[in-house]
C-alpha cells in the first residue's frame, strides 16, 4: 500500500520534468560512454585522479559550536564533457560544517548528497550537519547538486530539469566531483568517512560510494536501486511531459538506433527485453521487438495516473535510459558492503521496489532498517533515524577498520 500522502503532496507541486525532452541523441551517446567509465572503479581511476588543490576555500565562519567552509574547484567532468555540461554548472560548490571544539580520537565525517529540490546548503546544514556535529561531533560536507543552487542555468525554472540527460550528467558530476572531496578530507585528517543523501541524494551517495577505491560508510535514505523506478512507475511519473517524450523519439530516428544501441540493464534478457523477475504477475506481450516489449510499470501508470498514459516504446526507452546510467548493477560494488546501511520508507510511492533488482540482493552484506511511513512523511518526521543509522555505520568503520579513524 503506498502513502496515500506521497501522492497527494507531489499532485501539488508545480515542478516538471524533463520539459524539453530526451536532449540531443548525440550529448546521450557521449554520457552514456563517459558512464562506462566511470562504471567501474578500474576504468574510472584515470579520471578520478583530480589533486584536491584544486580547491579553493572562499570563506570561513563561526556560529555556535560550528565552523562553516565555503568553497568551490572545477568540475572534473566538463574536460570529458565540454559540449555537454551547460556554464552554470562548471564550478563546484560546496559547504563543509565542522566541529569548532572536536573531541580527541577519530573525526568522522559525513559527505551530503542533495535530493530532489534541495537547493544550496541550508536545509542540508539545519536538519543533518548542525545536530550531528552537536549530538556526536560528526563533520560534513554539503555538495551542490549541478542544475541546483549556486549551479542552476538560468532559464530552468526552480528543479525542473530541460532533459532526461541533464539527470545523467548531474550523476557523473557528483561522482567526480565526491572523489576530489573525499580525497581532501582525509588529507585534512578526517575519517572514517560516510557518503549520505535522502531520496535522489541517497542514489547520488550511492553512485559516489561505489567509485572509492576503499571501505567507506553509506547511508542511502529512501531511495534504491534505479531512477527507472522512480520516473517510470512512482508518483514522479506524473510529472513528466511523456507526450514531447513520445513526439521526440518518434521523429529522431537516432534515438531508437545509435542511443538505444548502448544501453544496457541488468534487468534485460539477451534481446533488451526486461525479465520482469522482480515484478508482481500482470499481463504483457510477446513482441518480437524489444523496444515494443511490454513492461508491468506500463500497466501500473496507466492506473495511477490522471494524464494519458505513455506510448509503450517511449517508456521502454525511458526505463533502459535510466537503468543504464543509474542502476546500481552497472556500477561496482562498494568495498565492503557491510558499511552499507539502507534506511526504507514502508509506504514509499517515490521509490516503488517492484520491478527492479533489490538492493540487498546486489549488495549482500548491506543492512535495511524500515520507516513504517511514507516518503514524505519519513523525511518530515524521522530525520533522527537517518542519523542513528549513520552513526551506526561509523561506530562499525572504527571497529572493523580502526587505522582508516584518524
Known amino acids: 500500500m503506498e502513502s496515500r500522502l506521497d501522492h497527494l503532496y507531489r499532485s501539488v507541486l508545480l515542478t516538471k520534468f524533463f520539459t524539453r525532452g530526451w536532449g540531443h541523441p548525440d550529448h546521450l551517446q557521449q554520457i552514456i560512454k563517459f558512464r562506462k567509465l566511470l562504471g567501474n572503479r578500474n576504468t574510472a581511476k584515470e579520471y578520478l585522479n583530480t589533486p584536491t588543490n584544486t580547491i579553493t576555500i572562499t570563506k570561513k565562519e563561526t556560529q555556535d559550536d560550528v565552523i562553516l567552509l565555503t ?37 568522522p565525517l559525513v559527505l551530503q548528497f542533495a535530493g530532489t529540490g534541495d537547493h544550496f546548503f541550508w536545509r542540508r546544514r539545519s536538519l543533518m550537519a548542525v545536530p550531528m556535529v552537536k549530538e556526536k561531533q560528526v563533520a560534513s560536507i554539503l555538495l551542490e547538486n549541478p542544475y541546483y543552487g549556486l ?8 528543479s525542473s530539469l530541460h532533459h532526461v ?11 567526480m566531483e565526491s572523489q576530489v572531496l573525499l580525497k581532501w578530507a582525509q588529507k585534512e585528517g578526517f575519517g572514517p568517512l560516510c557518503c549520505h543523501g535522502i531520496s535522489m541524494g541517497g542514489h547520488m551517495a550511492s553512485l559516489a560510494a561505489s567509485a572509492w577505491p576503499g571501505p567507506i560508510g553509506l547511508v542511502p535514505c529512501l531511495s534504491w536501486t534505479s531512477g ?33 544501441d548502448l544501453v544496457d540493464s541488468p534487468e534485460f534478457d539477451a534481446e533488451k527485453r526486461y525479465l520482469n523477475r522482480h515484478s508482481s504477475r500482470e499481463d504483457h506481450s510477446q513482441s518480437a521487438s524489444p523496444l515494443t516489449s511490454s513492461i508491468p510499470l506500463l500497466s501500473k501508470l496507466a492506473r495511477n495516473t490522471t494524464v494519458q498514459a505513455p506510448n509503450p516504446e517511449a517508456l521502454h526507452f ?57 516518503h514524505i512523511r519519513s523525511y518530515l518526521l524521522n530525520q533522527h533515524v537517518f542519523r542513528t543509522a549513520i552513526y551506526d555505520v561509523l561506530e562499525r568503520m572504527v571497529s572493523k577498520y580502526p587505522g582508516d579513524a584518524v
Open 71 to 107: 568553497g568551490h574547484f572545477p568540475s572534473p567532468v566538463v574536460p570529458h564533457l565540454p559540449h555537454v555540461c551547460p556554464p552554470e554548472i562548471h564550478q563546484s560548490h560546496f559547504q563543509a560544517v565542522l566541529p569548532a571544539r572536536p573531541s580527541p580520537g577519530p573525526r
Open 151 to 158: 549551479r542552476k542555468p538560468k532559464a530552468q525554472l526552480r
Open 165 to 175: 540527460s541533464d539527470l545523467f550528467v548531474m550523476g557523473a558530476c557528483l561522482i
Open 228 to 260: 527507472s523506478v522512480t520516473f517510470c512507475q512512482g508518483v514522479m511519473s506524473k510529472a513528466i511531459n511523456w507526450k514531447l517524450l513520445e513526439e521526440q523519439f518518434t521523429k529522431t530516428r537516432e534515438y531508437k538506433t545509435d542511443v538505444w
Open 318 to 374: 525511458m526505463r533502459g535510459l535510466m537503468d543504464e546510467c543509474t542502476h546500481l548493477g552497472n556500477y561496482s560494488t562498494p568495498v565492503d558492503t557491510e558499511l552499507v546501511e539502507i534506511v526504507l520508507a514502508e509506504y514509499d510511492a517515490y521509490q516503488p521496489r517492484q520491478g527492479v533488482m533489490p538492493l540487498q540482493q546486489l549488495w549482500p552484506g548491506a543492512r535495511t532498517r524500515t520507516i513504517g511511513e511514507g
